[in-house]
T-cell receptor, first 110, second 113 residues
Framework: DGGITQSPKYLFRKEGQNVTLSCEQNLNHDAMYWYRQDPGQGLRLIYYSQIVNDFQKGDIAEGYSVSREKKESFPLTVTSAQKNPTAFYLC?????????FGQGTRLTVV | GENVEQHPSTLSVQEGDSAVIKCTYSDSASNYFPWYKQELGKRPQLIIDIRSNVGEKKDQRIAVTLNKTAKHFSLHITETQPEDSAVYFCAAYFTGTASKLTFGTGTRLQVTL
């Protein structure tokens, strides 16, 4: 469904731990994006990547890191430097126009 | 970079009434204007889009209008139904390249019986 797989669907993290969210796509799209969505809020861009081995910071990159070693994969690491990581995380890909979203990962700090 | 503003943040209408959501953008180079619908707990999905060479596009009860001079575009939903209740996001960017892909802040539409 949609060719974008995010895993896991739910993730719990203890304070001070790093955690990695997975995003895999089989749409052969060059561009990939990570967004954070807080309750009742919009989509805030964390990082994005135009091609393999290249990525740029979005509007709220502090406390996050990414890699783009393969076209199909764009994992997001939430580091201990992110002070308020509890949120819904969405991965998206884009070809020329329409953007497609994964089902999201809900991260909760316990 | 592109900046997209969206209003209102919440909108409540009675079933059967019309709903209008407005967005403005800053980058005159943007040529593609999609609207996404996000139901509770689900992913955003494209519902309609418009390109800069068109002023209006309609798909059943949904329509989008674009004013390039004023740099604003609007989503119109007629004969609203309870299943239209969701959060709607607009976006504006230049196609064909990997843009930053900035979305509006979203509008929560509630259709009441």
């Amino acid at each position: 469904d949609g060719g974008i797989t995010q895993s896991p669907k739910y993730l719990f993290r203890k304070e001070g731990q790093n955690v990695t969210l997975s995003c895999e796509q089989n749409l052969n799209h060059d561009a990939m994006y990570w967004y954070r969505q807080d309750p009742g809020q919009g989509l805030r861009l964390i990082y994005y990547s135009q091609i393999v081995n290249d990525f740029q910071k979005g509007d709220i990159a502090e406390g996050y890191s990414v890699s783009r070693e393969k076209k199909e994969s764009f994992p997001l690491t939430v580091t201990s430097a992110q002070k308020n990581p509890t949120a819904f995380y969405l991965c998206a890909t884009k070809d020329t126009d329409e953007a497609f979203f994964g089902q999201g990962t809900r991260l909760t700090v316990v | 970079g592109e900046n997209v503003e969206q209003h209102p943040s919440t909108l409540s209408v009675q079933e059967g009434d019309s709903a209008v959501i407005k967005c403005t953008y800053s980058d005159s180079a943007s040529n593609y204007f999609p609207w996404y619908k996000q139901e509770l707990g689900k992913r955003p999905q494209l519902i309609i889009d418009i390109r800069s060479n068109v002023g209006e596009k309609k798909d059943q009860r949904i329509a989008v209008t674009l004013n390039k001079t004023a740099k604003h575009f609007s989503l119109h939903i007629t004969e609203t139904q309870p299943e239209d209740s969701a959060v709607y996001f607009c976006a504006a960017y230049f196609t064909g390249t990997a843009s930053k892909l900035t979305f509006g802040t979203g509008t929560r539409l509630q259709v009441t019986l």
